[in-house]
């Protein structure tokens, strides 16, 4: 069918390679590009010779558009699948930009100074991207991603309207360590100790960080705090859901991880702030990413699932419906079968996936799209397909409903 040119060679990416290969009907070749070319090499060594998949690999410095396009140029390829990290979207949508290729990523543009999580420097492609003829399909890991595809299926076949959505993000897993972070720990650290923010009636209300706890009993792991977060994709889909009343995202977290992240906020550590050492300039999050265990090495130690899904709350012919759609996955399961642990193997499969459509022609409309954007059909077929099947309840309990007899108010 087709080449993808893959850049970046990290957690995310390893899965993502490893299921392009799987799928060589339609990756009919892929180049791994990255910052260090031998962890694309690495790659190449491990899965040449189990798949049709040709593999070649480059050394790529994706803050450099016109390497870029020297790179795009050279490798032809009929989309570009970004799996670096958030800083280098906007180089990189330049460079396809230049060399009328298709786009994907999973995560949205962040400046490396600021933590924004915001859409709108993508967002403002959308005329160029339309004017090349090209499509860029933004978000397309797991959340965002698998969520907003969610949320598009919930609307096409159960809804006339949704009114309230909270996207629930549990990792049951245990990797042993005091303190980890599942993917890359500055992206990772900065989401969660950013203050909380929710969509309600057409505003943003914003939290503390941390300020909104729920306990749910998730299926497959069981009861978890959770904790109110701003999420990405709650900007996107506050924007394309027509009718949308609320959208709130929650993600657990255990204890020790909530108590290390308050000692290392209040010592400091996790500042975006440049400071000086020894007469350089460090910034303290970047020193933290660096002593901290890389995510890649967590695979073979992380036991237990991750449980993520949607619940929905709306109307369907006048009357009141509730529908709750999510996937259960298996860490060991995972490591198994690819090598990395479910955050990762969860972002990359939807990674594939996306680019998939995108190179079949299914997903294909000239502009800058979020996922929920193009039908979900067919992703959702393929998500049963490649190792993240997904599960529907009719009758889930809700975020609000009392837990251990005491209602829950927001505290503001
Ligand atoms: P990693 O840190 O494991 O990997 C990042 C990779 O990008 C590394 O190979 C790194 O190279 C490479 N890279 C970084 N800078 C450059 C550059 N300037 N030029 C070329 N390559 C570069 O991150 P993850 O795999 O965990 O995450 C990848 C992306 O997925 C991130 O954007 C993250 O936010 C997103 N994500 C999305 C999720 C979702 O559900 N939507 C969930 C989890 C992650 P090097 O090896 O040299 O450092």
């Given amino acids: 069918m087709g080449k993808a040119l893959i850049i970046g060679a990290g957690g995310v990416a390893s899965v993502a390679v490893h299921k392009c290969v799987q799928n060589s009907d339609v990756f009919e070749e892929i180049c791994i590009a990255s910052r260090t070319k031998s962890k694309c090499d690495d790659l190449k060594a491990k899965l040449e010779g189990t798949t049709k998949t040709k593999i070649t690999t480059a050394q790529v410095d994706a803050d450099n558009v016109d390497e870029l396009i020297a790179l795009i140029n050279e490798v032809k390829p009929d989309i570009v699948m970004n799996l670096a990290l958030p800083y280098q979207d906007l180089t990189i949508m330049d460079a396809c930009l230049a060399t009328k290729t298709h786009y994907m990523d999973t995560a949205n543009y962040e400046p490396e100074d600021t933590a924004k999580f915001e859409y709108k420097w993508q967002w403002d492609y959308k005329e160029r991207f339309e004017k090349a003829g090209i499509t860029a399909l933004l978000g397309s890991g797991f959340d965002p991603g698998v969520t907003g595809v969610f949320s598009a299926y ?3 076949h159960y809804f006339d309207e949704i009114e309230y959505i909270d996207i629930l993000d549990c990792n049951g897993g245990d990797h042993g360590y005091p303190f980890a972070t599942n993917f890359n ?5 900065r989401e969660v100790s950013a203050n909380g923010r929710y969509w309600e009636n057409g505003d943003w209300v914003e939290t503390e960080p941390m300020e909104i706890k729920r306990v749910y009993n998730f299926a497959e792991v069981g009861e978890k705090d959770m904790y109110l977060l701003y999420h990405e994709e709650l900007e996107s889909l506050a924007k394309n859901m027509p009718g949308l009343k609320r959208i709130r995202f929650f993600m657990t977290f255990g204890q020790s991880y909530i108590t290390h992240l308050k000692a290392l906020e209040n010592v400091g550590m996790t500042s975006i702030e440049p ?3 020894e007469g350089k300039q460090i910034i303290p999050l970047q020193f933290l990413k660096a002593v901290l265990p890389d995510p890649a090495s967590l695979g073979p130690r992380t036991v237990g699932k991750t449980n993520i899904g949607c619940i929905f709350q709306g109307k369907k012919d006048g009357k009141p419906v509730k529908y709750y759609v999510y ?7 995972c490591y198994r ?3 990395s642990q ?13 680019a998939a459509m995108v190179m079949t022609g299914k997903w294909n409309k000239p502009g800058v799209f979020n996922i929920e954007e193009f039908d979900p059909d067919p992703f959702m077929e393929e998500l049963n ?28």
């Fill in 337 to 339: 079968e690819v090598g």
């Fill in 185 to 189: 720990p500055e992206i990772n650290i």
């Fill in 342 to 354: 479910a955050i990762s193997y969860t972002t990359g499969v939807p990674a594939m996936i996306g």
């Fill in 327 to 333: 996937n259960v996955c298996d860490h060991q399961e």
């Fill in 154 to 156: 919930a609307l096409k």
């Fill in 275 to 277: 400071i000086e050492f």
């Fill in 385 to 412: 397909k490649w190792g993240l099947p997904w599960v529907e309840d009719f009758n889930p309990v809700l975020v609000d409903e009392p837990v251990n007899d005491k209602k829950l108010e927001f505290v503001r």
